[in-house]
């Protein structure tokens, strides 16, 4: 005949369900924790990669270009513009950046010691420095950046940087000061005033990231009924 439980095997008996159901709540809220990281992780592993998806669709496809500079020139000018701007839908809400053309070298206006300096810092030959020299004295005119390639006898990949140095929409003999400092500019700061310029303020250089993935320029209006005047 089998001994009655005591009163203290009998508690013991109890409580063993109860600690295997806590234990299984423990569990099933650690998984559920997990789980919900990595959502997280992978919806913003999903925005990298829908970001940098359309990065470079805009940057390989030269009517999506085309259209999101049509999208930044109808940003209403600002009195202070802001260096970056969002676009509209379909584009995600994508940022792009700003750069004023009066803080670049015009290779039709300016003058020749600035355009020596970018000549410096696009690391060219003297020799190539000279025949640009002579072809400005024909009177002839730069109308587009790229044209810099031709005049050279040079392929981009020898100056990718000169999208953000140079410019052929500022009009002005000198240069701005930059808003952000630079190493690139920092010669700005020993130029005589004469050719320290204002910005023109409605003309800017639109570009995907500061001084990478040139897209074109667009002029400004505070109606938001600006133009396009350059694309890549």
């Known amino acids: 005949m089998m001994n009655p439980m005591t009163h203290e095997q009998s508690v013991q008996r109890n409580a063993r369900p109860r600690i295997r159901g806590f234990a299984l709540i423990v569990v099933l809220s650690g998984l559920a924790i997990i789980t919900a990281l990595f959502a997280i992780s992978s919806n913003r592993g999903l925005g990298i990669l829908a970001r940098s998806s359309t990065e470079s669709q805009i940057l390989t496809r030269a009517h999506v270009r085309h259209e999101v500079l049509f999208l930044a020139s109808k940003i209403v000018l600002e009195p202070t513009m802001p260096r970056v701007i969002t676009l509209p839908p379909p584009y995600a809400n994508m940022p792009v950046h700003l750069t004023d053309v009066g803080q670049l ?65 500022s009009g002005r003999v000198g240069i701005s000061e930059p808003e952000i400092d630079d190493a690139i500019y920092n010669f700005t700061r020993r130029l005589p005033a004469a050719l320290q310029t204002p910005p023109t303020g409605n003309t800017f250089v639109v570009s995907l990231a500061r001084n990478s993935g040139y897209l074109g320029v667009v002029r400004l209006t505070s109606q938001g009924r600006g133009i396009v005047l350059e694309a890549e």
Not at 122 to 146: A, C, E
Request: glycine share 2%; proline share 6%.
């Open 105 to 169: 070298i015009d290779l039709n206006s300016s003058a020749p010691q600035l355009v020596d300096l970018l000549f410096e810092e696009l690391n060219l030959s003297p020799d190539q420095r000279q025949r640009f020299r002579q072809w400005r004295r024909t009177g002839s005119r730069v109308l587009r950046v790229t044209d810099l390639f031709r005049i050279l006898e040079i392929s981009p990949s020898d100056a990718p940087e000169i999208f953000h140095l140079a410019t052929v929409h």
